[in-house]
């Protein structure tokens, strides 16, 4: 049979339902009156999910039983233990309470031991069917434990409550629970920039830098994605700080644009990214941006469209990066074709290069390209004519061939001259005289 842990406010109350639940048959008996240190007791016990079942009061000594309910579900072990709730009476609104919580059964008080013997019995031989919570583990469970009062009250209103509890934590220094609670506020697509900062912040205080670029980095291209200009700035230049090689969230944005063919956003984005560019390098970097469009010219023409609508822009220093774009663009647009030569030249070289090697690991292939027979060896004889033209047909010319030595002296087949229409049949013939001619020059 299982152990009950009862947990109730104060000891007087634990003896009066320790009473009740030891008339229901139950001996084991555990009474605590704090929800913390009965969380840490059951997080000690691997089996505590199928040997205990808490019998919990809605008052206990540091927090509220629907508090003590939720800490449980966060855990990866503890979620599944039966719990029991005492509420003061069974009404609509404890009902709905209840299902705010994370209770498996209610009980109303005053308490008879029959509807308590029942509601124990149907947790024993039914175990509840429930999931753990959302992101539950270690971390979550005991930073729950740790700001009982903020994060659990927090969990019911995810995430822009986890959002106020993760920069509550930050202004008390508790870094760890601040990052649980910012995890859960992530959740929240118009509080995702704000929660990455928040990480950042939080990881600055565990210094921890490789964090901080990380989150300051998802946080800059978050505002950058939402058109948030000013603050998506303010965070990159945070960021090349400690990060002088960090990806522009101007230009990875740009480029996703440009992939799509939406040239007007695209410079729009790039129009709004001048003050994270050195000045030195906004003409070059702008015009690579524009050379990766399928179109160069078209995109050329609307971020020059689009820096004009920068109304802020001093007009000498609006002359001088439309002026440095252009001439950076021209060069690189002339310097692509150079390119482009060259690579073509470089490939009807290789080409050469094959043919040349080929034709050196083939040296006796004729110009019909029919090669020797596999294992027949071919002899390096200087060459001679072919007097009686045994190789000519009608319309070609003589050829010299490279003899070799025979044992017998050859004798020609002759051949009938025939009209210059040849069928096809004539053709395969004539295919297979040459074939013969061959085998018979190379064999030894």
Known sequence: MQTILLLNESQSINAIDKKIVRDCGYEQ??????????????????????????????????????????????????????????????????????????AHALLARPI????????????????????????ASDNLFFALLE???????????????????????????????????????????????????????????????????????????TMVNAGRWNIARTIFARVVIGNS????????????HINQGHYAEAADTLAESLETVPAPLVGEKMADMCRMAKHPQTMLHTLLAALAKRTNLPPTLYAQITQSLKENFARKIEEARDHENQARLQ???????????????????????????????????PPETDPLGLLALPGDTPSSTTPVHRTEPFVPIPITPLSDHRSSLFGDIIQIIKMTWHLMRNSP
């Open 245 to 256: 090689q960090a990806r522009n969230p101007f230009f990875v944005k740009a480029r996703k």
């Open 29 to 102: 008996i555990l009474p605590m009156t704090s929800g913390s240190e009965a969380a840490r007791f059951l997080a000690g016990d691997p089996l505590a999910a199928t040997t205990y079942i808490a019998v919990v009061g809605m008052r206990l000594s540091d927090m509220t039983g629907e508090q003590f309910a939720t800490i449980l579900k966060s855990h990866p072990r503890l979620y599944a233990l039966p719990i029991l709730l005492l509420v003061p009476s069974e009404t609509e609104k404890d009902q709905l309470q209840m299902l705010g919580t994370h």
């Open 112 to 135: 008879a031991v029959e509807s308590m013997r029942a509601s124990l019995a149907l947790l024993a031989t039914n175990p509840p069917k429930t999931t753990p919570a959302k992101g």
């Open 147 to 221: 700001n009982s009062q903020t994060l659990v009250k927090a969990s019911r209103y995810e995430p822009e409550a986890f959002y106020k509890v993760g920069m509550q934590c930050v202004q008390q220094k508790k870094w760890n629970s601040a990052i649980i609670a910012f995890t859960h506020a992530l959740e929240s697509p118009t509080l995702k920039g704000e929660a990455e900062l928040g990480m950042a912040a939080a990881y600055t205080g565990k210094k921890d830098q490789n964090n901080v670029g990380y989150w300051l980095s998802q946080a800059a291209e």
């Open 347 to 381: 490939r009807k070289e290789d080409l050469k290069l094959r043919l040349l090697s080929q034709n050196k690991e083939n040296p006796a292939e004729d110009k019909d390209g029919l090669k020797p027979a596999r294992g027949i060896a071919v002899r390096e004889d």
